[in-house]
């Protein structure tokens, strides 16, 4: 592994990490990048070097929206031959769906894009910002001797584990352990060393140019079932002209109830043109529609598995795929199939430990 030589380009778009409280009232508000860099003499001693992209007007990541995902992804473009790796200060709250969304868009990424936050400021005296910081830094400055990226993927680098970024969820609002990967093993954890488990990380073509794409169509809704669902208000969701896709958030292993007017309005919506992907509301475990009566009901509806996909891989995949191919079909087939790691079709890896 070297690191000296090695360049980062750190994009700080806001969230907790950089925040400071307003005096008037008491919240939590972004400041610019100075605050942070006084808060973190440490930053001198990483051997790489670091430049900085900060945006004007550092946001909460709530106002997160898919011009910023755009706007993160020309950043990238622009400066891709110069650095080694990059990494993205960003608010949790939406950083699994810009994690999501950005490893779509960077097609054929051959260098590291880490996330990383924190649950505390960095000027409070307990954050967890600095480490996340410093050691998403390091990580992404990471080569082998062939000069090449050791994590080659849009990553999440949060309290001591790198994750796939579309495969992570945010799992706790109060814990430093904010984030975890419930269907995919952690890329490396990050200990007195770093280990590493290669053969879960991304091996790109490292011989072909990285791809951006910057246009997302965002006419998706997620729509989680519950007992008691009623008719009109779902035909009334599913009828929006607008609707392109539909992230259905069904129960355990893909099942939803028998009602025939559930059945009979998702049949229709398929024959639309609209992709209805089954999702499970269980954080882990994957969707198996021929299990159940329940879930065979769903297929011959024309509604696709899911698979063991988070919903915020799902639907920002479907906004990828929607802005590129016109074809249903298509879009349909893709998202069956992993484009960026982000599902496992089979289950084959869970014995490649
Ligand atoms: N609301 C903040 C944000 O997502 C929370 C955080 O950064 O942890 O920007």
Request: glycine share 8%; charged share 20%.
């Amino acid at each position: 592994m070297t690191q000296a030589e090695n360049k980062v380009l750190l994009i700080y778009t806001g969230g907790t990490i950089g925040m400071g409280r307003n005096p008037a009232t008491g919240a939590l508000e972004p400041l610019d990048f100075n605050h942070l860099r006084d808060n973190v003499p440490e930053m001198k001693y990483i051997k790489a070097s670091i430049d900085i992209y900060q945006f004007e007007q550092p946001i909460d990541s709530s106002d997160i929206d898919t011009a910023t995902w755009a706007k993160l992804v020309r950043i990238i473009n622009e400066n891709y031959q110069v650095y080694t790796g990059f990494v993205i200060l960003h608010g949790t709250d939406t950083m699994a769906y810009t994690a999501s969304a950005l490893s779509f868009m960077l097609e054929n990424l051959t260098k590291p894009v880490i996330l990383t936050g924190s649950q505390l400021p960095i000027g409070q005296l307990r954050t967890d910002g600095k480490e996340n910081l410093v050691t998403s830094i390091e990580l992404a400055s990471l080569t082998d001797d062939k000069g090449r990226a050791l994590i080659p993927e849009v990553c999440i680098y949060f309290s001591g584990k790198v994750l796939r970024g579309n495969r992570a969820t945010k799992q706790n609002a109060d814990e430093f352990n904010a984030f975890n990967t419930f269907n995919y093993p952690h890329l490396c954890e990050a200990g007195i060393n770093f280990t590493f488990h290669f053969h879960h990380i991304l091996k790109p073509d490292f011989s072909k140019p990285m791809i951006p794409h910057v246009d997302l169509n965002p006419n998706i809704i997620v729509f989680s079932l519950f007992p008691g669902i009623q008719e009109n208000v779902v035909h009334h969701l599913i009828d929006a002209p607008e609707l392109r896709g539909i992230i259905l958030r069904s129960y355990g292993s893909g099942n939803a109830p028998q009602q025939p007017w559930l059945i009979h309005l998702l049949c229709e919506a398929t024959e639309r043109g609209v992709c209805v992907v089954n999702i499970s509301q269980c954080v882990a475990g994957r969707v198996e529609m021929g299990r159940y009566n329940t879930g065979f009901q769903l297929k011959d509806a024309g509604v696709i598995s899911g698979y063991d996909s988070t919903v915020e891989a799902a639907t920002t995949k479907l906004m990828y795929l929607y802005a590129r191919y016109d074809d249903v079909n298509i879009i349909r087939r893709l998202m069956n199939e992993s484009i960026a790691g982000e599902i496992s079709p089979s289950t084959a890896y869970l014995s490649e430990e």
